[in-house]
């Protein structure tokens, strides 16, 4: 890694942006540093407040944050009706493609018309402030007009990943009892449909959802839907002839905007809770600090709205600055590997933000794609989601970018609720695989095992301070919020992630130290794949650890032992794969499956993954056979790991 690589905002860009130096951006790190109540009070002022707060931030009690107490706001009020007063009511809020070229384009006053009318049609169906309900739907304006109408009515939401299976979406509706379920008849992916009722109506198959009254669908491809009378109920049906007024509930700040699901150490995924106030007030401020939003902008996040980036950066924060916003529905290589700068080329685009593992498909697709298209209206690039390589990083910059655009490295997580550390694209020098320096009224610190500092070297990444649109618990279990976040530096966020800081006080994010994956920039847990697995008749042990992948970043390797009356072959491979990928979701889909006798374990009977980890990323094993071809490789492993466990004392 080219470490001292420094690369100079473009002067054209620094000159029309609002921090136009590091001076100017080391004079807000330094204000938000010094009196971060004033600063962050500063911040919300951007935003609208049917209330003002008697306190700023209350830190009593943490790790239980309150931030703006006392206040009232709504952040659909904040991203409709607040602009239906300005010329921007006639401006696209969104911009709609699906991935079958459809396209529809929506201006403020009409999103706000629809978000209305779905709400009062969530209101007749008895939903109030405080339920939940459950989001599992295709990347349609309708998915955008669904949170909305949930915030204008202080429900609390939870936007399932479409990707995701019926068993998934399952137990995200139990763990929230979920009154109501918003889904569609279909999605589209690569041509094919996507039966998210079907899926549905899996998940609440048999009573195994009893909090679920109804279901809301929204007629997307026109698939054959059966529905259940009492309980499922057509979008059309319910939204026409209904009333268009729907005032915005003054909801309290701390009131939970939504909870999203994400993968942690265990295998039950955790519910991370996400507040109004606190959460809308950071992420208007990165929108305008990290993308440097001007309102001619034509936004572009590639995320879909199942993950975090989706909520705060394609719907919310955007929304909430009164850009426009673009979605589209499909795969970025369909029907060609071209749709993405087809995309950009059609409605030029100006600001791009996607994921490593979408550039670094892009670059094995080869350069002609992207050539043949005009990309000339990009001015800015963004990346999120995983560390990008400094080869990536170069090819952006200059195949799409054209060496004019700045790239903004974002490294945040769902936790987090905002971006955390990133280039300010007008001022911070950027060093490619580097998200460089922490934003304002950031705390971020490389720490070592005792929790000091490291100056310059590696480290463990933490946030020292609260900050506003940090999760404030998780759904459900706040022992878990402390243990898993607050307990291994006290007073301290752990992020879970390692890094190094460099001397110029650079970040540079190494990945994740716990039992996280982060595959093609999707959080998955081994645990949640081991128990998967271990569903399936013929397994009877498994053990999952990730191993970098030129694409995905990382991809998942599971070693199984199998029952008995069970043996390895190539078809129970793809049987296993398919399993896992039905019983989470295609993300999850294993790339290698190898059978072994029996597994490494520690004398308390700990897998020891850290060996396995060894063996797949050093080659140790064959790599074209699914059977471990020679099996004393991990025998003689396993003994290694023994002694030095005998040598280091027992790992806790
Ligand atoms: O390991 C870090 C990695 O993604 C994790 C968070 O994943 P998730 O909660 O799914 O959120 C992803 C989208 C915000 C982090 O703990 N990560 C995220 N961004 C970066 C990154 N690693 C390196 N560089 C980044 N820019």
Not at 445 to 474: A, Q, Y
Not at 490 to 499: H, I, N, R
Request: aromatic share 10%.
């Amino acid at each position: 890694m080219e470490q001292n690589e420094k690369i100079n905002p473009p002067k054209h860009f620094s000159e029309r942006a609002a921090i136009k130096s590091m001076q100017d951006f080391e004079a807000l790190y330094e204000a938000a540093a010094y009196d971060p109540d004033k600063f962050w009070a500063e911040q919300a002022g951007a935003i609208h407040w049917f209330a003002k707060w008697n306190k700023v931030c209350d830190w009593s009690n943490p790790p239980f944050a309150k931030w703006f107490v006392g206040a009232k706001t709504n952040v659909a009020y904040n991203c409709l009706d607040r602009h239906l007063t300005t010329w921007r009511k006639n401006k696209a809020a969104i911009i709609w493609e699906g991935e079958n070229f459809e396209q529809r384009i929506l201006t403020y006053q009409e999103l706000h018309r629809k978000v209305c009318k779905f709400a009062n049609a969530l209101k007749q169906l008895g939903l109030k402030s405080g339920d939940r309900s459950i989001i599992y739907m295709p990347m349609t304006p309708e998915a955008a007009i669904a949170m909305l109408a949930c915030a204008r009515l202080g429900i609390i939401h939870s936007v399932v990943f479409g990707g995701f299976s019926a068993e998934a979406l399952k137990t995200r509706i139990n763990d929230l009892e979920a009154a109501a379920v918003i889904t569609a008849d279909a999605g589209l992916r690569r041509g094919k449909e996507v039966l998210l009722k079907q899926n549905v109506d899996d998940a609440l198959a048999n009573n195994e959802c009893p909090s679920v009254k109804n279901v809301i669908v929204h007629k997307r491809i026109g698939s054959l839907t059966k529905m259940q009378s009492g309980r499922d109920h057509w979008w059309d049906d319910l939204t026409t002839g209904i009333s268009e007024v729907c005032p915005a509930e003054e909801l309290d700040s701390e009131h939970p905007l939504y909870v999203l699901y994400t993968s942690g150490t265990t295998g039950k995924p955790k519910g991370v809770v996400h507040s109004t106030g606190g959460y809308l007030t950071q992420v208007v401020a990165t929108m305008k600090w990290v993308f440097d939003l001007k309102d001619e902008d034509i936004y572009w996040c590639t995320a879909d709205i199942g993950w975090v980036t989706g909520h705060s950066y394609v719907v919310y924060g955007p929304l909430a600055a009164g850009a426009t916003t673009l979605l589209y529905e499909g795969a970025p290589d369909w029907p060609k590997p071209d749709r993405f700068w087809r995309i950009i080329e059609k409605y030029r685009v100006n600001i791009f933000y996607t994921s490593p593992t979408a550039i670094r498909s892009f670059i094995r697709q080869g350069d002609d794609w992207p050539n043949n298209r005009d990309l000339s209206s990009l001015r800015l690039l963004g990346s999120v989601g995983e560390p990008i390589n400094p080869t990536a990083w170069h090819w952006y910059n200059r195949v799409i970018g054209k060496e004019r655009c700045p790239i903004v490295d974002t490294w945040w997580q769902t936790e987090t609720g905002s971006i955390m550390i990133s280039p300010v694209p007008g001022a911070t020098p950027a060093k490619p695989g580097s998200a460089t320096r922490p934003l304002p009224g950031v705390m971020a610190e490389v720490v070592d095992d005792k929790g000091e500092p490291v100056k310059v070297g590696k480290g463990f990444l933490v946030l020292s301070k609260p900050w506003p649109s940090m999760l404030r618990t998780i759904y459900n279990n706040p022992e878990r919020f402390k243990s898993g976040y607050w307990s291994r530096y006290p007073g301290k966020y752990f992020t879970g992630d390692a890094a190094t800081i460099d001397e110029d006080g650079y970040i540079w994010c190494l990945g994740r130290v716990d039992d996280v994956l982060n595959v093609a920039g999707h959080r998955l847990s081994t645990m949640e794949v081991e128990s998967s697995l271990v569903r399936h008749k013929t397994v009877a042990e498994a053990a999952v650890v990730g191993a970098p992948h030129e694409l995905k970043g990382e991809a998942i390797h599971c070693f199984v032992t199998l029952k008995q009356e069970f043996h390895g072959s190539d078809a129970l491979t793809e049987e296993l794969r398919q399993w896992v990928a039905t019983e989470i979701g295609a993300l999850a889909k294993p790339e290698r499956i190898y059978y072994v006798a029996a597994l490494p374990k520690t004398r308390s009977g700990k897998i020891m993954r850290r060996l396995l980890r060894e063996i797949v990323t050093t080659k140790s094993v064959s790599g074209d056979t699914s059977t471990l071809e020679d099996y004393s490789v991990i025998l003689k492993l396993s003994q290694q790991g023994k002694e030095e466990e005998e040598i280091l004392g027992e790992k806790k």
